[in-house]
């Protein structure tokens, strides 16, 4: 492992993404790019305080600034967007005509600029449309995303997920034409993160991984991500939670996630995800990361025989002890669950609002919300609305 001191590193492979130390300052260097290209008008979009508090707006201004673009700025996505709020940014900047939108934040904001790319480039339409199906795009204002956080890996991948609420369906779309052009991952931007988005973030990329090494569609590819995203997070997120400074840890961590982003753009995700997007959807206030680790234990057992052999090396750093048998679900799942105990992440359903009574609820709207197919389509083992109601229910206390 090298030194997170190291050079900004410069990825190609259709977008452009910085990554390291200080690669904010090479931002100057994007907007001169369209500037070149007769770009003049830009929508930002973000939420209230993350672009000014993590220092990128310190940059980002400026930049502008000198080099006389107009902007207009959205900040008022909030986390699980929805597509009112989304259709309230397009409303927002709609006014300047902008050619070009930068999104600055977490998975949120890069979600909602994404789909706000959308919808300024094809008037007439709105987010609800774009997120019911009735509208599929093929043309986006180009992107640009400056990532705030180490889990979504929204910055290097084609999703944007929003709840539509009257129908409590939250769910993404993914189109080629919202990977972010250009992106920004700079390690000193996370560094004011709260606790709790330290860690759930985090544990966002860590799920990524899981699911996509296990999909219908993983590859030996995804499953070299998961190994070493995987490796890198049981690591080093105790370092990070002991030291929130450790500007080391925070590089590292933020490349997991890359790599998670990577890993789902390639293999999607199954189980976990929509389960998870029932409860925020029920529950907006929920942190998407804790959701998602309240569900984990349950999702590994169900599909662990399965996935036995890639799961035993995904999960080595966690449960040493796994061989790649198939009978071994039970004891996988017991020892993912006390890791995250040890993380601090000791939340069951009830714990966040969920009781016994809710599950025929939540397993009708994880039905409805797939319309008998999406990602639960390209989980390992047929997923009936039995299992949906068993994962729930087991997730209702501590697997013994």
């Known amino acids: 492992m090298t030194s997170a001191t190291g050079r900004i590193v410069e990825i190609r492979c259709g977008s452009v993404a910085y990554f390291g130390i200080g690669a904010i300052e090479r931002f100057s260097d994007i907007l001169n790019v369209y500037r070149k290209r007769g770009i003049r008008r830009v929508a930002l979009i973000t939420g209230k305080n993350s672009h000014k508090k993590s220092g990128a707006w310190d940059t980002v201004r400026p930049v502008l600034d000198a080099l006389q673009m107009e902007s207009a700025h959205y900040e008022g996505v909030i986390a699980n967007p ?14 300047i005509n902008p050619q ?10 890069l979600d909602a600029s994404k789909a706000a790319s959308i919808l300024l480039k094809n008037p007439g339409h ?21 990532n705030l956080t180490h889990g979504t890996g929204s910055e290097v991948d084609r999703y944007a997920v929003a709840t539509i609420p009257e129908k409590m369906n939250k769910s993404g779309i993914g189109f080629d034409c919202i990977y972010p052009q250009y992106t ?5 931007l996370t560094l004011t993160l709260p606790h709790n988005q330290l860690l759930y973030t985090s544990l966002d990329a860590l799920n990524h991984v899981i699911e996509a090494s296990t999909t219908t569609l993983a590859s030996a590819y995804t499953v070299m991500l998961a190994r070493e995203a995987v ?8 370092v990070a939670i002991k030291n929130p400074a450790d500007l080391d840890a925070r590089y590292w961590l933020l490349y997991s996630s890359v790599l998670g982003g990577i890993a789902i753009d390639c293999s999607v995700v199954h189980i976990t995800h929509p389960l998870e997007h029932t409860l925020s959807a029920f529950k907006p206030e ?6 998602l680790c309240v569900l984990l234990p349950s999702v590994i057992k169900a599909i662990y025989p399965a996935s036995s052999e890639v799961l035993a090396g995904v999960l080595r750093p966690i449960v040493p002890e796994l061989k790649g048998d198939g009978r071994e679900g039970e004891l996988a799942a017991r020892r993912v669950q006390e890791w995250l105990y040890g993380m601090g992440v000791t939340q069951k359903l009830p714990d966040i609002g969920f009781s016994e009574e809710d599950i025929p609820d939540l397993v009708r709207n994880v039905h409805d919300a797939q319309r008998g197919g999406g990602s639960l389509s390209l989980s390992p083992v047929p997923v009936s609305d039995e299992l949906i109601e068993s994962i729930y229910r087991e997730s209702l206390s501590s697997l013994r």
């Open 82 to 95: 929805t597509v009112d709020r989304i259709d309230e940014a397009v409303k927002k900047v709609v006014g």
């Open 100 to 109: 070009l939108v930068i999104g600055i934040g977490g998975g949120s904001a």
């Open 126 to 146: 709105d987010a609800r449309a774009l997120y019911s199906g009735a509208f599929t795009p093929h043309e986006a204002l180009p992107i640009v995303s400056i």
């Open 184 to 188: 920004i991952d700079d390690p000193r």
């Open 231 to 238: 490796e890198l997070i049981v690591k080093l997120l105790p």
């Open 286 to 291: 929920l942190e998407h990361g804790l959701g």
